[in-house]
Nanobody
Framework: QVQVVESGGGLVQAGDSLRLSCAASGHSSLTSIMGWFRQAPGKGREFVAYITSSGENTKYADSVKGRFTISRDKNTAYLQMNSLKPEDTAVYYC??????????????????WGQGTQVTVSS
């Protein structure tokens, strides 16, 4: 059984920074890949970033590239968000999956999800 718990959301102003944390319990083989996704009001879920088990591979959505940085320490992943914009306002979800086939930027490939943490960026 794997549990995923996010923390660190909040209300900030445009241009501010925020760091989200995601703690995943369970066997490390089940959480080799950890990703961040977000869902803004009235929109579908979108990929933000993922990181592989040793941090050797990362990928970012074009909309956050250069502003967000994903990292991890064993089974805890972090999302450092800098230069936040109002359009970054969303519920941010952390997800985990084993290494294997499939595209790691696709939410449907993930088996384990957290409950989400709200990030609100005011202009």
């Amino acid at each position: 059984q794997v549990q995923v718990v996010e923390s660190g959301g909040g209300l900030v102003q445009a241009g501010d920074s925020l760091r989200l944390s995601c703690a995943a319990s369970g066997h490390s083989s089940l959480t080799s890949i950890m990703g961040w996704f977000r869902q803004a009001p009235g929109k579908g879920r979108e990929f933000v970033a993922y990181i592989t088990s040793s941090g050797e591979n990362t990928k970012y959505a074009d909309s956050v590239k250069g502003r967000f940085t994903i990292s991890r320490d064993k089974n805890t992943a972090y999302l450092q968000m800098n230069s936040l914009k109002p359009e970054d306002t969303a519920v941010y979800y952390c997800a985990a999956r084993p290494r294997g086939s499939g595209e790691y930027s696709l939410g449907r490939q993930y088996s384990y999800w957290g409950q989400g943490t709200q990030v609100t960026v005011s202009s």
